[in-house]
Nanobody, 122 residues
């Protein structure tokens, strides 16, 4: 199982930007697919974005055009560039790896990071 460590969260004003990072350690086979989920206070954890080994990307509708997922496979690191932040983006953001089902389901991912808090003030 991969060890995933997120960083880069913080407090920003609406309209601002953040860049989240996720460093993966362990074997590379389970990092063929990596992604991000988030959980806002009082809400269920939701899919945000996914990236495949070849660089194909997938986003939930609410972030498409504002969020960009990328990876540096040589360093086994994944990123989430978040632009035009909105208060509704406030959540704990989780890095995931090890896909074995539908990518937008929390049950489909084997490995989870500890999460990094993103707070957007209006």
């Amino acid at each position: 199982q991969e060890q995933l460590v997120e960083s880069g969260g913080g407090l920003v004003q609406a309209g601002g930007s953040l860049r989240l990072s996720c460093a993966a350690s362990g074997g590379t086979s389970s990092t063929a697919n990596m992604g991000w989920f988030r959980q806002a206070p009082g809400k269920e954890r939701e899919f945000v974005a996914r990236i495949t080994w070849s660089g194909a990307t997938y986003y939930t509708d609410s972030v498409r055009g504002r969020f960009t997922i990328s990876r540096d496979s040589r360093k086994n690191t994944m990123f989430l560039q978040i632009n035009s932040l909105k208060p509704e983006d406030t959540a704990v953001y989780y890095c995931v790896a090890g896909l074995r089902g539908s990518y937008n389901s929390t049950d489909s991912w084997n490995s989870w990071g500890q999460g990094t808090q993103v707070t957007v003030s209006s």
